[in-house]
Each structure stands twice: as C-alpha cells, then as structure tokens.
C-alpha cells in the first residue's frame, strides 16, 4: 500500500507540474502537435501517414478547451499518467516487487526521453501507453484468463489505431510462445486467435480508409522503411545507439539493457512467462530498429516501445544483484535523470550555452510560432480590405502553426511543390480553384520570390519577419502578399510518400 500510495502521489505532483508548465511554459506548440490538430478539426477514419486516435484524443480536450496549449497537450498528461501507474502494476505483478513498480514509475518519469513526450500531445504518447497496457494485459492472459486474453486483443488495436508499429506486439507475442516451451500450448487454444479477431475488427477502418484512398499509407511506410535501398552505414547505427543513450541518459540505457538480459536468462531458466514477455516485448523491436539504422536514419523516439516496460525490469534486475554499491548506483543514476530532465525543460539555467540550445533543434520546433502567427494575424487584417484571400506555406509544418496561432484559427494549404512529400493536406479541398483570391504565402528563412505558385499571381510582395527569443533574434520568415490568384492545376502523382 505504501509503494501504491507513493506512485499515486507521484502522479498527481507530476500531472500538476505538466500541467502549469503548459500553461505558463515558455514554449509553443510543436510543428507535429500542430498538424495532428489539424486532423483533429476534420475527423475522419485514418490520416495520411498514422492512425485517428490522436485526432480524437486532442479534439475531445480542445472541444472543452478550446484550441490552446493545455486543450492540445492535456491529452499527453492524462495518458502519461495512465503509463506511469501501468509500470507500477508490472513491477508489482509481474516482477512480484511493489518497489520495482513505484522505482521504475519514478524512473521512466525523470528520463529524458519519457519526461519530454509526457507534455507534447503526439502519436507516442498514446502508443506507449496501448503498448504498456499490451504487455500487462498479455502477462495476466498467460495465467490462463481468457478474459484478458481478449482484453489484449482490444488494447492491441487501439494501439494500432495509435501508431502502427504496435504489429511488433504480435511479432512479439508469436515469439514468446514459439520459445517458451511452457506456452506453446496455446496454439491449440481458441484464446489467442479470438483476440487476434478482436484485434483485426478495431483496426478495420483504417484499413478501409487506406484502400479507399490509394494506399497512400503503405506507400508512405514503404519510404520510410528505406525499403529497397541499399548500403550499410555503421555511422547511422552508432547514431542510433548514441541517442539512445542520450536521451535514456547513459546509465538509465545500461540498467534497461541489464533488465532485459536478466528478464530472458530468469525467465527461460525458471519457466517464468511475465519476464520472458517483457523481453520479447522489447529485445526484438529495439533490435529491429538497430538493423534499420544500417539502412537509414532511424529517429530517436522510434525505438522508445523496446524498452518502455522494462524500467521495473531494470530496478528488478539490480535489487537482485544484492550488492550494497547497487543503492548507491540507484539513487546516482535516478539524480542524473532528474539533472538531465531539468535541464530539458528549463534549457536557459545553463546561460549562455543553454540560449544557444534554444535556437537549435528540438527547441527551435517550439519557439516562435506565436509570434509568427501575431504577425500573419495583423497582415491578415490588411490583406482583408483588399478582398477574399487565403493563407498558406510550403510545408505542412508552417502551413499547421498558421492555422492554429493566426486569429481564427483559419483554413491554411500546404502549397504543392515539386518534389515534396505527400502529407495530408494534399488529401483535403485545396487552393486550386480559388481564382481571384489573394494570398499570405509564409515561407521560412531568407526566401525569394519565384516559383510556379507565385507565378499564377499577377504580382507578389515581400516582407522579412525576424522572430525572437526574448530580445534576440531568433529565426527568419518571409511572408508574401500576393495578389490575384489566377488557379492552378491539380497535380495527379507525387515523387515521395
């Protein structure tokens, strides 16, 4: 009860905290957080290149909210939440130890990597929990509950619905039962395929919604799969691992990594079928995601399922090693994580160096798009006397901040270039047929005008917008007044998904 009460506690200090740093925080909505709020405004059975349930999740929060910060992100409060008392459910049930459950709760909300996701509403944060859930529901279903059985197969859907690399869940559930001798059994079980079922009727919209709509999902998957394309590069995978470590922080990563190793040794060694899952849950993923390194860049939150259920693992592993050092490796390796998470949300504590950090990635994705859309509000209301008109962007990124920080919340395009990516505002009514409108193009950096675009104007003019970080400068846009729209043509085919 005390381990329990100290994760409850836990939650709640720390949905308080996200919530007044959303709030009163220095920074924006993400270019991501931004477009899936896009989605949100037109709800539909599946998007471009993920699943609907971050569009329903941000348009239930925003419908009582309103479209702010807190409406947008309240979702990634809520869900984190969940995902931290599901880590301390594995730890106690699964690892048998209320401690391993409150320390690893504890563990995955002061890394880095978890911490940061638990305030910015994106695919991720709805995907660990559905994954999390997975693992739990999956561990009590192989007690024999056929409830729970399908119980997993719903969580399993709605996980894909979230993001779609939750089919790994499945990957890793044939895995488990193909090496555990003990599980086997249930090939011959109707449990497993009833869920499967179950699984299959959740996530038959978004199938529907693919093939009603040219498969542009599985083409966009292919390209980001780097699906044909050939050549090692021991760089990208040394990339790939470093970031790990990074944002795990690197004594968080090594504890993680040990967790897994002791949850297969123990597990094959004693017929325990909970930590054989939770390996099976995360050594496979996390080595996919290393062999598609060779091949590409991998992002950094891509892997972040493979080891999302192995913190109490990680505790777990080193409670048994028996050590009397091992506490002290504990609680230096839990400050580390609480340092480098601090200095993530508060980068400017570090001076100098931490104001040059805000104007480098990932800060420089959620600063400035306030301010750009005050100044695109005030041309705005300029641009209006001259007659109907439109705004948009070259990217999806921009064209989604217009739409959510421009007064009125407007409708915003994505302008078809050559050789971009698809993206979802392609599959929306577009600016083709808006002749005789006029046009705030926004385009970022230093931009000249040309293009076939701003050719299908009868004149175009430029202003360069500096945004600022305090009182320095820190990024460019150039927003355009164009006059006169003359239409354009439907492009039929794009060179990239």
């Keep these: ?15 308080a905290f996200r919530v007044l740093y959303i709030v009163y925080g220095p920074f924006d909505i993400s270019p991501d957080e931004a477009h899936y709020w896009e989605w949100s405004r037109r709800l539909d059975l599946s998007y471009y290149s993920k699943g609907p349930a971050v569009a329903y999740v941000i348009a239930f929060f925003t419908s009582v909210l309103g479209p702010t910060e807190l409406g947008i992100r309240l979702g990634a409060v809520v869900f984190s939440s969940l995902t931290t008392y599901l880590i301390y459910l594995l730890g106690r049930d699964v690892f048998e130890s209320e401690s391993a459950g409150f320390y690893g709760a504890l563990l995955v909300n002061v890394t880095p990597i978890f911490s940061i996701g638990a305030i910015l509403m994106t695919t991720d944060v709805l995907f660990i929990f559905f994954w999390v859930l997975a693992v739990y529901c999956l561990a009590r279903a192989l007690q024999g509950k056929a409830r729970w059985w399908y119980l997993s197969g719903l969580v399993i859907g709605l996980g894909f619905l979230s993001k779609y690399t939750m089919v790994f869940m499945c990957l890793s559930l044939f895995l488990l039962l193909v090496f555990s001798k003990k599980e086997r059994r249930w090939f011959s079980r109707p449990e497993p395929y009833i869920a499967g079922i179950l699984s299959l009727i959740v996530v038959t919209p978004v199938i529907y919604w693919n093939i009603s ?14 699906l044909g394309s050939g ?14 470590a990074l944002l795990a922080t690197p004594f968080v990563f090594l504890g993680l990594i040990f967790g897994l190793a002791r949850c297969a040794v123990k597990g094959w060694k004693e ?13 496979p993923l996390f080595l996919f995601f290393a062999v598609k390194s060779l091949h590409g860049k991998v992002q950094a939150n891509w892997a972040v399922a493979s080891y999302a259920a192995a913190f109490p693992a990680a505790v777990w592993a080193l409670e048994g090693a028996g050590k009397g050092w091992v506490r002290y490796l504990k609680a230096a390796t839990i400050i580390m994580a609480i340092a ?14 931490g104001e040059g950090l805000i104007r480098r990635p990932p ?13 695109v509000s005030r041309e705005s209301v300029l641009l209006a006397k001259e007659g109907p008109f439109f705004i948009a962007s070259d990217t999806y990124q921009i064209t989604s901040e217009l739409a959510l920080y421009t007064k009125g919340n407007p409708v915003t395009y994505n302008i078809v270039t050559g050789g971009r990516r698809m993206n979802q505002y392609d599959l929306w009514p577009g600016y083709f047929d808006l002749s005789g409108y006029n046009a705030l ?5 230093d931009a000249e005008a040309g293009g076939e675009f701003m050719g ?5 003019e430029k202003e360069a917008v500096t945004l600022h970080w305090g009182d320095e400068p820190l990024k460019d846009f150039t927003i355009f007044r164009c006059y006169g729209f003359k239409g354009m043509e439907r492009p039929i085919e794009y060179e990239t998904y």
């Design 340 to 353: 480098a998470s601090l200095v993530v949300y508060f980068p400017w504590t570090l001076g100098a160096f």
């Design 441 to 445: 193009y926004v385009r970022g950096g």
């Design 271 to 283: 017929a325990k079928s909970g930590l054989l899952l939770v390996f099976f849950t995360g050594a």
């Design 456 to 460: 299908a104007f009868e004149r175009c």
């Design 213 to 226: 709509h040219g498969q542009v999902t599985i083409r966009h998957t292919m390209g980001q799969a780097h």
């Design 1 to 15: 009860m005390r381990h329990r009460n100290l994760t409850l506690l836990l939650i709640a200090v720390l949905a």
């Design 363 to 375: 800060y420089n994705r959620v600063t400035g798009w306030a301010e750009l859309g005050e100044n």
């Design 231 to 244: 050549g090692l590069s021991l760089s990208l995978l040394g990339d790939f691992i470093g970031s790990q």
